[in-house]
């Protein structure tokens, strides 16, 4: 079997990202999510250390509900039928998400909120 060019395995990986948004409403989500927060960041004037911060999380939120749809389809394709363990390994993932999530949050308002306030004290002024 003749390995595979680096070039095809880039192109098989971009296609799961473009699928995963296509298919996953919680991906649609996410991508509104991040053009707000680049946007938001654009128009706060963001450092570089929060630009890193902001694109460390944001990807950690993309690769996760990625991971948890990759998980969903693999155990889709093993138990078809309902079973009470594929229903935990699919709620485990989706709380992977969840907690990624969250922590995206956390993140968002100790990077934007000390410059929302600052920015919302000049209009009391």
């Known amino acids: 079997m003749k390995s595979r060019s680096f070039w095809d395995s880039l192109h098989d ?23 707000l927060v680049v946007a938001a960041g654009l128009f706060l004037g963001l450092n570089r250390l929060e630009w890193s911060v902001i694109i460390l999380t944001v990807t950690a939120v ?21 079973d009470a363990v594929a229903g935990q390994a699919k709620n485990l993932g989706a709380g992977a998400v969840l907690v990624t999530a969250l922590g995206a949050i956390l993140v968002g308002i100790m990077i934007f909120g000390p410059r929302v306030i600052h920015w919302l004290e000049g209009f009391s002024q």
């Not at 693999?74 to 078809?80: E, K, N, Q, R, W």
């Open 62 to 82: 993309w690769t996760a509900e990625i991971m948890n749809t990759s998980l969903e389809k693999v155990v889709d394709l093993l138990s078809p039928q309902y």
């Open 13 to 35: 990986a971009a296609c799961g990202v473009v699928d995963a948004l296509a298919s996953q409403r919680n991906m649609k989500i996410h991508l509104i999510a991040a053009i």
